[in-house]
């Protein structure tokens, strides 16, 4: 008889920032790919429990929601714990960030911790977390990179640099941790504009200099996700830009 069941069925995925925006959208897509899901959060509470009654709404016992500041490392043996509840780990992905701008001259010590803890050291220590578990189950670790990890956005610095820290880890892990594990990055391009928002004369111009000339949409990511995850076995060390073309026309 055919097993039509998903690749993913029965899998567990541990997923940062996963309460709104792009994270959200990943999570969607790997629930629906059969995945149960430990829904990290920080502080968007309300959005988080709305996506995690959804999920189990759609299949019961499947998300968990797990609150964590990542910036303090202590707390990921019990994001591990969470997930082991359903007996294996098998895909972490670092989506947590946090993005604002620091221009040069205005940049604080302060500034460096939260930009540097959030895109680059929560990813290293939670990869390195998790690396034993990922071993057994021969998973997966994806990291939300940015096509700002190649070419610098102006006024953010800080940003940029932790980004462009975060792909080389991409390529190390994927050395460190391989065979058993596939270390892979996704770098969006005009997926979600900034929440602090740009004019809309700033937002053509970053569209115009795409090769498609129009904005993506999170799924987008969570499509690429599943198949570096799903289908791409002999893929890793690998950074994929969802962009447009944007990367391509500086």
Known sequence: ???????LAGKTALVTGAARRI????????HAE??????????????????????????????????????????????????????????????ASVFYPTPIGKVSEADWGELMDSNLKAPFFLSQAVAPYLKKSHGVI????DIHA????????????AKAGLAMLTLSLAR?????VRVNGVAPGPILWPEQGLDEKTKQAILN???LKRSGSPDDIAATIVYLVRDAGYVTGQIIAVDGGRSIGW
């Open 150 to 161: 190649r070419r610098p956005l102006r006024e953010h610095t800080l940003y940029s640099t």
């Open 176 to 180: 460190e941790l391989g065979p058993e």
């Open 209 to 211: 200099n795409t090769a």
């Open 23 to 30: 994270g959200a959208a990943v999570a969607r897509r790997l």
């Open 142 to 145: 994806i990291n939300m990179l």
């Open 34 to 95: 059969g995945m149960n899901l430990v829904l990290h959060y920080r502080s968007s509470e309300p959005d988080a429990q709305a996506l995690c009654q959804s999920l189990n709404a759609a299949r019961r016992d499947s998300a968990i929601l797990a609150q964590a500041d990542l910036a303090n490392i202590s707390g990921f043996d019990s994001l591990i714990k969470t997930a082991l509840q359903w007996g294996s780990l098998d895909l972490l992905v670092n989506n």
């Open 1 to 7: 008889m055919k097993n039509n069941a998903p690749k």
